[in-house]
């Protein structure tokens, strides 16, 4: 075929190519439909389909609820294959008994049993870490006095000197006879060099990835696992939104002071996150852990905490975690404090909130000033005019990031863990968050929200408006393709 003749093809080629993109994005519309979700989510990727149908349907193909459905199944189906080797090693525990409770603190519970799969168990010690260097610490420490296993979870874990920290801590380990798991979330940790990986497993380590980026093509690259998770022997746990990076320390300047939260719970709620760990290792891994001794026993009580270990994912329609959040909110009768870095709630929790503000509940979030994901910073401001009219006080912090993942209500409920307050955690990721009624550490929760409130600036109202016409559009562009991140 000559030149002229491709010249004359190439316009052919290119007219029926778009015709076919075309058809394939109104082909895809039905499915967007038979999803029966959000509305805003629906008419979004309606939107995108029709009027860019090249891009829609590249993003829908690759990120489209069909194939979460489709990979959450697989992970539900492997956390019901275990569920037989793990509910005897915790319903065994004594400490499962009738709450102390009453009001809105048993109803959260009762609420957290029969949407999550976990139980709330008695006499448990929580201890809240503020920042890296003192949750690297606990957990080293951890790490150090473990005889029997370390099991290790984590959404993030950075090839800088952080990393190799826990790697070297999790070899030491391993030299001295402990069983050691890692379980690494495959996009999370992609760029962990194989080096370090292969070494781990060279000293013993168990090592696999949940949805390792090599079967991106057989699900969707956004569902991700989320959580943050060490148990030692059974008897130490944690907990919370901190990764393992050097930014969680406050060492990159091009991040800044970084203020996160994490929690180590000693006591029979452990075996609730020991049996998280286990299920999505089992899912990765295909291995069971039958061995009794990875669950400890408590015949006295560590303290006075009522635990739950919540967890939510595309694998249940629970939504265990929005659920908790909203009830938590919605029984407020004096105050609610709220941190998260990521603020993109759905209408139910924006009117939630609004309500308990105007019933006279002090309403208080606590977001970043600045923020590493554009989109979603300014989807989340967006929110700001219709709270902030019904009574809620927004305040941004200045240091750096806040990345925090906590609650405070009334002084003594505390929810902590990896769940943002935004839709990819509600619906897409994998997360983990403990549900706490306990005094004390809710009276540590509201010191450290009321510490970070001195270094913040509460929005006004009257200043919001005021902002300039660029933002309000940029924000208004965010929110609207918010349901797609």
């Known amino acids: 075929m000559n030149t002229r003749d491709w010249g004359a093809l190439v316009p052919v080629l290119i007219t029926y190519g778009g015709l076919a993109v075309e058809l394939l994005a109104l082909a895809l519309i039905p499915f967007v439909l038979l999803r029966r979700k959000e509305p805003a989510a629906t008419i979004a990727w309606i939107l995108v389909l029709v009027f860019l149908p090249g891009l829609g349907a590249t993003l829908y193909l690759l990120f489209g609820r069909s194939r979460v459905r489709w990979s959450a199944r697989r992970k ?28 809105h603190s048993l109803g959260l519970f009762r609420v957290s049993s029969v949407l ?55 070899i030491e380990a391993s030299r001295r006879g402990v069983q050691v798991r890692l379980l690494c979330d495959g996009w999370g940790c992609f760029a962990l060099p194989r080096s370090w990986i292969r070494n781990l497993r060279d000293e013993g380590v168990k090592v696999t990835f949940f949805f390792p ?23 130490v746990g944690f907990t919370g939104g901190i990764n393992i990076g050097d930014e969680y320390l406050g060492k990159l300047q091009s991040v800044g002071a970084w203020r996160d939260t994490h929690i180590r719970i000693v006591g029979p709620a452990v075996a609730e ?102 989109v979603t910073f300014h989807a989340g401001r967006s929110f700001y005019d219709e709270l902030m009219e019904a ?22 409920i505390g929810l902590v863990g990896s769940a943002n307050m935004d839709l990819r955690s509600f619906r897409l990721n994998f997360e983990v968050h403990a549900l706490i009624s306990d005094e004390v550490t809710a009276h540590a929760l509201e010191e450290a929200f009321h510490a970070d409130l001195r270094q913040a600036r509460e929005v006004t109202l009257t200043e919001w408006r005021a902002r300039g016409r660029v933002l309000r559009v940029a924000e208004g562009a965010a929110r609207l393709v918010s349901p797609l991140l």
């Open 76 to 103: 539900r189906t492997a956390d019901e294959a275990l569920s037989g080797h793990l509910i005897g090693f915790r319903a065994s525990d004594p400490k499962h008994a009738p709450l102390p409770l009453a009001g």
């Open 273 to 374: 996150l020991q049996s998280v760990f286990l299920r999505d290792w089992f899912f990765s891994s295909q291995e069971i852990v039958r061995d009794p001794a990875f669950y400890s026993a408590w015949d006295e009580p560590a303290a006075e905490a009522v635990v739950a270990i919540l967890t939510s994912g595309p694998d249940t329609d629970s939504e265990a975690i929005h659920r908790v959040f909203f009830g938590a909110i919605a029984g407020a009768r004096d105050r609610v404090y709220i941190t998260t870095p990521y603020f993109v709630p759905d209408r139910s929790l924006v009117v939630v909130l609004q309500m308990a503000a105007l019933q006279g509940v002090e309403v208080r979030l606590l977001l970043p000033s600045r923020s590493n994901h554009t």
């Open 213 to 235: 980026l090599r079967s991106m093509l057989a699900q969707p690259v956004n569902l991700r696992n989320h959580r943050k998770i060490v148990v030692v022997d059974g008897k």
């Open 116 to 170: 999550s799969r976990g139980e709330s168990t008695l006499g448990n010690r929580v201890d809240v870490m503020l920042g890296g260097t003192a949750t690297y610490a606990a957990i080293g420490e951890a790490i150090d006095a473990a005889q029997h296993h370390v099991h290790a979870e984590y959404y993030l874990i950075q090839p800088d000197k952080s990393g190799q920290w826990l790697f070297d801590k999790l």
């Open 391 to 412: 009574g809620v006080h927004i305040h941004e912090y200045q240091p750096g990031m806040i990345h925090a993942k906590t609650m405070v209500v009334d002084g003594h």
